[in-house]
């Protein structure tokens, strides 16, 4: 019996995606493949945006704009088209689109595939758009891939210590039932860490790197709050 198929199960290799895509610079957030984003988009130029790639391939671009632009480019969503932006960002598909007050849509990414830019394409669009290649990142493309190599019972353990100390509640359960690329993947973009922290989460090379470095990021929050990373065994 088959088994349901995801939204982004049609892209199994790099030439399945196109090598142009529409840009969503975001401070302060990522994207990783198989991972969800949901977004409050009310822009113009971002629903404009919406609008083109809901009736073409649903595909955006999440990229962090540059930290190099100064404090006049310090907003979530610079204007100025000119500010620079990372080398890697993710490519994720609409997978969820509501229309609500305002003249603002609420939409869900669900990333697919990390992509270096190449260059931006010059258009009298106005948003941003870019060239790209996905040729490193091809694993992303192999669901679980690494799985194996993850100190799994750390990471539940640092997670809960961190929700302890910070008194969150979670479903203790439905985080024990997940993958563990689920897992880490979904905690890097939800966990509020600044633009450098989450952008070495999204740079990580393999599932492994990002479960260390989302663990060392957790743990030194631990310490300077004196919480204890070793605390809950």
């Keep these: 019996m088959i088994g349901p198929v995801s939204p982004t199960d049609r892209y199994r290799r790099p030439a399945d995606l196109p090598p142009r895509i529409p840009l969503f610079p975001l401070r302060g957030a990522i994207l990783l493949p198989r991972a969800t984003l949901p977004l409050n988009v009310f822009e113009p130029r971002y629903l404009e945006m919406l609008d083109d790639v809901m009736s073409g391939d649903r595909l955006i671009g999440i990229v962090q704009p540059d ?7 310090d ?5 100025d088209q000119e500010v620079g932006l990372r080398n890697v960002g993710c490519v994720g598909r609409v997978t969820s689109y ?18 270096d830019i190449l260059d931006e394409a010059e258009t009298e669009l106005p948003y941003r758009v870019a060239s790209v ?42 985080i024990q039932r997940a993958s563990s690329e ?52």
């Design 67 to 73: 930290q190099d632009g100064g404090p006049e480019d």
């Design 75 to 79: 907003e979530e969503s610079p204007l």
């Design 98 to 115: 509501q229309e609500v007050e305002d003249e603002r849509l609420l939409i869900t990414l669900t990333g697919i595939m990390r992509y």
């Design 133 to 174: 290649s996905y040729d490193r990142y091809a694993a992303d493309l192999n669901e679980g891939l690494g799985e194996d190599q993850v100190d799994r019972a750390n990471l539940l353990r640092v997670l809960r210590s961190y929700l302890d100390a910070n008194r969150l509640e979670a479903d203790w359960s439905a």
């Design 182 to 233: 689920f897992l880490i993947n979904a905690l890097c973009v939800m966990c509020p860490y600044g633009p450098e922290e989450k952008q070495a989460l999204l740079e990580a090379e393999d599932l492994k790197r990002r479960a260390d470095v989302l663990v060392a990021l957790a743990e030194m929050e631990l310490a300077s709050s004196g919480g204890n990373g070793n605390t809950l065994q």
